[in-house]
């Protein structure tokens, strides 16, 4: 798609064509973009690659504005891309990952990486961070994390949980709403399906990103407070890497969901997202 | 396989894949126009499957992206009704040209229905509109985006209260623009009634939304989800889809 300040360009690329996705890139006047990381958006759960209401669309974009390309992709079996048969979903991102630094090579010649996601686009990011230098940044919006001992954290979790009375209005109305639709649902939890980094993963790709003198952006919502977070600064914490905070910003809101279903706090994390991106992620 | 590719105006470009016929004569080109907002986001993976198994039977299909919405261009503050009324006649006039059919079939979902509908009167080579589950009219569904809106919010416990006076702006998650709201609360069952009702076949998944127009051909298919409810849930159902095939390669 042609403009003066970005341009965007569908891609079928790998074996066969099987993987899709849409490269953006800022218009002639941003410089020499080549030099710059390049931002990878990986799939939020089902969701297909435009992300949790377009927010990865809105972010290409924004981003491509700053001077930054990006390639929102389907891995294999998401969106438009055909499944790997025969694979694990781990071997599966693995080689999806070798065909995108083949197209973005193609395209962009060898920059570096910073790759982006949700949920399980975060656990991906994670893990495709260990085996791959060129990765260089990371966005992980509700990405793993683990209770701390001494916090009290399931306590204070369960706390907060069982005496809010929102909850209690909530509870009954979902119940409600279950008794009185057919049966059959299939509910997708996203706590249920995620194949979450170890502790030790996410140790190991933190502190590679610290080795190649790269960044960090962590985002907690309500979602991780049903678990497994409940206090701003808890990752540093149980991560323990040294330096942890000259290299990585980690944000706590409790009060969004975890697909940012509402446009306010869509809004805002686009604004985090750029901030970082502006002060941190260079050539 | 299929195609990825923008078109339409180069300040406003619309997204859309376009489904090549595999086998057959490639008479008869199909355009889907999907739901609206996080229905869409439900429905992508059953509406490509549906892309794939038509143009495995030997129709073209394009899936079209409206403008503000998926991969497609603008923002959706800044679009309106009527804009994705065109954007779906332009689909039609671009997957023409591209597979050279003849024929072309709509399938409208949910508000993407009513949007088929009120485009079809431009479209003198509309042969068919299969409509699933299509939403009554425009003002009904504003108010079930209202609903959605208050249901959101009643799950976001820990919103400060300038968030929420703030969110209670939005509608399902979403900001639209005041001409959009005044364009869906006009479109009303006349874009269905306009349209000639040989031409119409309804398939709904509940039997408590009824069709606003009598005598259309209309089928109802148990299925095992519900869009008012659990608003993150994938959609799929193969009794269903066999039942759109089955609609949409009628001869």
Redesign the interface.
């Known amino acids: 798609?042609?403009?003066t300040v970005l341009t965007?360009e569908?891609l079928?690329f790998g074996e066969g064509?099987r993987l899709?996705g849409?490269l953006t890139q800022p218009g002639m006047s941003s410089g020499n973009v080549r030099e710059r990381p390049v931002f990878i958006f990986l799939n939020a759960g089902?969701?297909?690659?435009?992300g949790?209401?377009?927010l990865y669309?809105r972010l290409a974009r924004e981003l491509a504005l700053m001077g930054f390309s990006s390639l929102r992709v389907d891995l294999a079996g998401k969106?438009?891309s055909l499944r790997r048969p025969n694979l694990t979903n781990r071997q599966s991102v693995a080689a999806d990952f070798e065909e995108i630094k083949g197209v973005l090579d193609s395209h962009l010649g060898g920059v570096p990486f910073v790759l982006a996601g949700v949920c399980s686009g975060a656990d991906n990011a994670i893990r495709l961070t260990l085996n791959e230098r060129r990765v260089v940044g990371l966005v992980l919006l509700d990405p793993v994390c683990f209770p701390n001992d001494g916090f009290g954290v399931r306590a204070r979790a369960t706390f907060v949980r069982w005496t809010?009375p929102?909850?209690y209005?909530?509870g009954f109305?979902n119940r409600f709403?279950a008794l009185t639709?057919?049966?059959?649902?299939?509910?997708?939890d996203p706590l249920d399906q995620r194949d979450f980094p170890t502790q030790e993963q996410l140790r190991a790709a933190l502190k590679s990103i610290r080795e190649r003198e790269g960044r960090v952006l962590s985002m907690f919502t309500?979602y991780a407070f049903r678990g497994y977070y409940n206090q701003a600064g808890q990752l540093g914490r149980v991560i323990g890497v040294e330096g942890y905070h000259q290299f990585c910003t980690e944000l706590f809101w409790?009060?969004?969901?975890h697909?940012y279903?509402?446009?306010?706090h869509r809004r805002r994390i686009i604004e985090e997202v750029k901030t970082w991106a502006a002060n941190y992620i260079h050539s | 396989?299929?195609?990825?590719?923008?078109f339409g105006p180069?300040?406003q470009?619309l997204?859309a894949?376009y489904h090549p016929a595999v086998r057959g004569d490639g008479r008869v080109l199909t355009v889907i126009c999907p739901p609206l907002?996080?229905e869409y986001?439900r429905a992508?993976?059953v509406l490509?499957e549906l892309a794939v198994s038509l143009s495995e039977g030997g129709q073209h299909v394009l899936r079209l992206d409206y403008r503000g919405?998926?991969?497609s261009?603008c923002d959706?503050s800044e679009v309106g009704v009527s804009d994705w009324v065109e954007d779906i006649q332009l689909a039609v006039r671009e997957g023409r040209e591209l597979s050279g059919s003849s024929v072309v079939r709509l399938l409208g979902v949910r508000a993407g229905a009513l949007l088929a509908c009120k485009s079809a009167g431009a479209l003198i080579d509309v042969q068919r509109l299969v409509l699933w589950d299509p939403v009554p009219d425009g003002a009904s569904y504003l108010q079930y985006l209202r609903d959605a809106q208050a249901?959101?919010l009643?799950?976001?416990?820990?919103?400060?209260r300038d968030?929420r006076r703030?969110?209670k702006q939005?509608y399902a998650?979403?900001?639209i623009s005041d001409r959009m709201v005044g364009e869906l609360g006009a479109l009303d069952a006349s874009a269905y009634s306009s349209v000639p009702k040989s031409k119409l076949h309804v398939i709904r998944t509940s039997s408590e939304n009824e069709f606003p127009v009598q005598g259309v051909p209309q089928e109802l298919v148990?299925?095992?989800?519900?869009w008012e409810?659990?608003?993150?849930?994938?959609i799929?159902s193969q009794q269903l889809s066999e039942q759109l095939i089955a609609c949409l390669t009628l001869s």
């Open positions: 798609m042609p403009d965007e569908p079928q064509g899709s849409i089902f969701l297909h690659r435009v949790p209401s377009r669309v969106g438009d809010s929102a909850r209005i909530a109305k709403r639709t057919k049966d059959g649902w299939t509910r997708n309500h409790p009060q969004a969901s697909t279903s509402l446009e306010l | 396989m299929h195609e990825a590719f923008f180069s300040d470009q997204f894949n907002f996080s986001m992508h993976s490509r919405t998926g991969d261009f959706l249901t959101l009643e799950q976001h416990f820990y919103l400060s968030e703030e969110a939005e998650g979403h900001r148990q299925t095992a989800y519900n409810s659990d608003l993150e849930n994938k799929m």
